[in-house]
């Protein structure tokens, strides 16, 4: 066991109460202490999915992303729960349903590989991170609704080269893109 496991936290602000300062549909400002940070409301989780096909191509996704002003490359994720008659819904069922609305591939099966924080000192949302098994194309993808998605399929052993290049336009990363690259971190199939 850690230090860190056993030990109260050692932030002056971390038994402050929680101020929700303005709160929207999607997101709300909060306030902790001295601290700021923005969460999702209404409790609202997210599903992120590794996506990876039979041949060692990994599925991503491109979309114009209002907060960064430029289009975004990104695993293919999405909200779980958020839809009317969803609440309740687990996040492997979210996992599939975003997977195949973005991508237009159809898993056999979701894998949990646990939860995340994205920017832990800003952000207090997590996202479960799903594996995709036994990808199927059944559809275009592109999403629903107003969104406008690209799908990409990409190599996985290129994927550095297509981010660099992806860089080089001025277009945005997320920064899940980097766990691909990370050696080991997605494991043999």
């Given at each position: 066991?850690?230090?860190?496991?056993?030990?109260?936290?050692?932030?002056?602000?971390?038994?402050?109460?929680?101020?929700?300062?303005?709160?929207?549909?999607?997101?709300?400002?909060?306030?902790?202490?001295?601290?700021?940070?923005?969460?999702?409301?209404?409790?609202?989780?997210?599903?992120?999915?590794?996506?990876?096909?039979?041949?060692?191509?990994?599925?991503?996704?491109?979309?114009?992303?209002?907060?960064?002003?430029?289009?975004?490359?990104?695993?293919?994720?999405?909200?779980?729960?958020?839809d009317e008659g969803k609440?309740?819904?687990?996040?492997?069922?979210?996992?599939?349903?975003?997977?195949?609305?973005?991508?237009?591939?159809?898993?056999?099966?979701?894998?949990?590989?646990?939860?995340?924080?994205?920017?832990?000192?800003?952000?207090?949302?997590?996202?479960?991170?799903?594996?995709?098994?036994?990808?199927?194309?059944?559809?275009?993808?592109?999403?629903?609704?107003?969104?406008?998605?690209?799908?990409?399929?990409?190599?996985?052993?290129?994927?550095?080269?297509?981010?660099?290049?992806?860089?080089?336009?001025?277009?945005?990363?997320?920064?899940?893109?980097?766990?691909?690259?990370?050696?080991?971190?997605?494991?043999?199939?």
């Amino acid at each position: 066991m850690s230090s860190s496991d056993s030990a109260p936290p050692s932030d002056p602000d971390a038994n402050q109460p929680e101020t929700i300062e303005w709160e929207g549909k999607f997101i709300a400002a909060k306030t902790r202490g001295r601290w700021e940070y923005v969460g999702r409301a209404r409790g609202i989780k997210a599903a992120a999915i590794i996506a990876i096909d039979d041949e060692g191509y990994v599925i991503l996704v491109e979309q114009y992303r209002v907060p960064l002003g430029k289009v975004c490359l990104e695993i293919p994720a999405g909200l779980i729960g958020d839809d009317e008659g969803k609440a309740g819904e687990a996040a492997e069922e979210a996992a599939m349903r975003e997977l195949e609305e973005e991508t237009g591939y159809r898993a056999a099966r979701m894998e949990d590989l646990g939860e995340f924080y994205s920017s832990p000192g800003m952000v207090s949302e997590s996202f479960s991170l799903m594996r995709a098994r036994g990808l199927t194309k059944v559809s275009e993808g592109g999403g629903t609704g107003s969104e406008d998605i690209r799908v990409h399929r990409v190599k996985l052993g290129d994927l550095p080269q297509f981010v660099a290049d992806w860089r080089a336009k001025g277009h945005g990363v997320d920064v899940r893109i980097a766990m691909l690259m990370a050696a080991g971190f997605i494991g043999e199939d």
